[in-house]
Nanobody, 120 residues
């Protein structure tokens, strides 16, 4: 059974930084893209960033470009999201996701989410 466990969320002031981590277990994901989504209160879940299985390809939603950096370690089945210059609009539950196939398309395996709250 696949499990994704996120960590690193919390409360931070605007302008601060956080580093989210996600550890996957239950199978090997060395050839599967991994990424992050987020869901703010009253809004739909949105894509934030993804990294290809080789680590060479990354994509970001425009609102986080230049502030967030995604990285991964295939050998350890982990993915991280380093978030800097956070603002209140980044407040959301952040979810780790792993593609069930070799490309970054649904369906995904999902984590339970970790809360990120940015105070102004």
């Amino acid at each position: 059974q696949v499990h994704l466990v996120e960590s690193g969320g919390g409360l931070v002031q605007a302008g601060g930084s956080l580093r989210l981590s996600c550890a996957a277990s239950g199978r090997t994901f060395s050839s599967h893209p991994m990424g992050w989504f987020r869901q703010a209160p009253g809004k739909e879940r949105e894509f934030v960033a993804h990294i290809g299985w080789s680590g060479a390809n990354t994509t970001y939603i425009d609102s986080v470009k230049g502030r967030f950096t995604i990285s991964g370690d295939n050998a350890k089945n982990t993915v991280h999201l380093h978030m800097t210059n956070l603002n209140p609009e980044d407040t959301a539950v952040y979810y780790c996701a792993v593609s069930k196939g070799p490309s970054w398309f649904p369906p995904y395996y999902w984590g339970q989410g970790t809360q990120v709250t940015v105070s102004s």
